[in-house]
């Protein structure tokens, strides 16, 4: 990791601070002074900013209640990203990514981190992670689309059949949705492809992690111990 970088996510500086700060000769790396940002630390260095030894924030874990109208990425240059709902301190953090996106029109749960191979078991298929969505619609699903989702179908443009979904009627114009996949705006394709158009999409859950009913729209939280372990 660049000595930079490294003081950025150790302390409070930004990653401009920590440039200015390393010229200053204000940082040293295992007893000798460094003044140049791009140099690459291991992990066992021992880096000291003015006196101070600092050291790297363990994985990070979020929970977020993504509104509408927000993009799930990490900069657009055009609409508000899912980032721009977080402190500073942690927008800014190396490594933060989402483990899921959702589309900017789509609301309800997302999981962001800096741990890789968590995020990868979430939407890997091969891991089976289940997501579930609960769908506005223009009108209702009748006993044949809902088989049809059940037993999964073919995309437009695709050459594989959707795996077996899951389809709980809350009301007529509302379906609880549940999919073991992450294909791109996979819930409304399935819904055009039986024929409906989705008006509302907010979701639930991930694997055994549930949208906390405390966070509001735009809201977050630290996942668990026990939320983490669960992926």
């Not at 819904?191 to 405390?214: C, E, F, K, P, Y």
Request: glycine share 8%; charged share 25%; net charge neutral.
């Amino acid at each position: 990791m660049r000595l930079d970088q490294f003081i950025a996510n150790s302390s409070e500086l930004s990653r401009k601070d920590a440039k200015r700060a390393i010229g200053r000769k204000r940082v040293s790396v295992d007893g000798e002074i460094v003044t140049s940002p791009n140099v690459k630390i291991p992990d066992t260095s021992r880096v000291i900013l003015d006196g101070k030894p600092l050291s790297l924030p363990s994985e990070l874990y979020l929970m977020l209640h993504k509104p509408s109208g927000y993009v799930s990425a990490t900069r657009d240059g055009e609409h508000p990203t899912v980032l721009d709902l977080l402190p500073a301190e942690l927008a800014r953090r190396t490594g933060l990514h989402i483990a899921g996106r959702l589309d900017m029109d789509t609301s309800g749960l997302l999981l962001l981190t800096t741990d890789g191979q968590w995020s990868h078991r979430i939407t890997s298929p091969r891991h089976d992670c289940r997501k579930v969505y609960r769908v506005g619609l223009d009108r209702p699903l009748d006993t044949t689309a809902h088989q049809t989702l059940e037993n999964g179908l073919m995309l437009e443009g695709e050459d594989k059949p959707t795996l077996p979904a899951s389809v709980h009627k809350l009301e007529d114009r509302l379906v609880e949705l549940t999919i073991g996949e992450g294909r791109y705006h996979q819930v409304k394709r399935m819904m055009a492809a039986v024929g409906n158009h989705v008006t509302g999409l907010h979701r639930q859950r991930v694997g055994a992690i549930g949208l906390d009913s405390g966070l509001k729209p735009g809201q977050f939280r630290p996942l668990t111990q026990e939320e983490i372990d669960s992926v």
